[in-house]
T-cell receptor, first 114, second 112 residues
Framework: GAGVSQSPRYKVAKRGQDVALRCDPI?????LFWYQQALGQGPEFLTYFQNEAQLDKSGLPSDRFFAERPEGSVSTLKIQRTQQEDSAVYLC????????????FGPGTRLLVL | QKEVEQNSGPLSVPEGAIASLNCTYS??????FFWYRQYSGKSPELIMFIYSNGDKEDGRFTAQLNKASQYVSLLIRDSQPSDSATYLCAVNIYSSASKIIFGSGTRLSIRP
């Protein structure tokens, strides 16, 4: 079956530009997670949704980062006024009710801010 | 102190040998522990999770958990070149049922 998909796969932005990253979770998965992974580091938790509710956004690094999942399926991570330090791979993961401990990761969006 | 610590490696192991990867965590109330494998340029994939003290085996992989020592390990038996990857230890912290904290990963290289 279809896994988690993310788009775009690559994004180059000029400093100060706004970007929007999309995540399509596995159909029926209620939980959705966003992570940021810098080169040579493990993924860092950004935020978590259960259906449309954002239950934890403690990892969002600043108020320039905003995530939404209005219908409990597709999610968008928005970064306003991008900075060079935002350059990273942004990973989305989803998990189902039956196996909440198993997070399935998408391929990621590689963001480069110039 | 980082919440989840791993030796960054690289750890070089001959083909056919046992690779041993280690991880320590700081949150004593952590309940769930995970090992992910990440190939270069790819996303992480879950290998195993473990909740209880002791060993859990799945094929060539064995996860070991010692909550008293706050220590998790992954053993890979009969290592293959295809096992060469970065192995990420992750812990579900006590204060948030949903939040998983990853270590920085250990690079494993299996030499033929």
């Amino acid at each position: 079956g279809a896994g988690v998909s993310q788009s775009p796969r690559y994004k180059v932005a000029k400093r100060g530009q706004d970007v929007a990253l999309r995540c399509d979770p596995i159909s029926g998965h209620v939980s959705l997670f966003w992570y940021q992974q810098a080169l040579g580091q493990g993924p860092e938790f950004l935020t978590y949704f259960q259906n449309e509710a954002q239950l934890d956004k403690s990892g969002l690094p600043s108020d320039r980062f905003f995530a939404e999942r209005p219908e409990g399926s597709v999610s968008t991570l928005k970064i306003q006024r991008t900075q060079q330090e935002d350059s990273a791979v942004y990973l989305c993961a989803s998990s189902g009710e039956g196996t909440p401990e198993t997070q399935y990761f998408g391929p990621g969006t590689r963001l480069l801010v110039l | 102190q980082k919440e989840v610590e791993q030796n960054s490696g690289p750890l070089s192991v001959p083909e056919g040998a046992i690779a041993s990867l280690n991880c320590t965590y700081s949150d004593r109330g952590s309940q769930s522990f995970f090992w992910y494998r990440q190939y270069s340029g790819k996303s992480p994939e879950l290998i195993m999770f473990i909740y209880s003290n002791g060993d859990k085996e799945d094929g060539r992989f064995t996860a070991q958990l010692n909550k008293a020592s706050q220590y998790v390990s992954l053993l890979i038996r009969d290592s293959q070149p295809s096992d060469s990857a970065t192995y990420l230890c992750a812990v579900n912290i006590y204060s948030s049922a949903s939040k998983i904290i990853f270590g920085s990963g250990t690079r494993l290289s299996i030499r033929p």
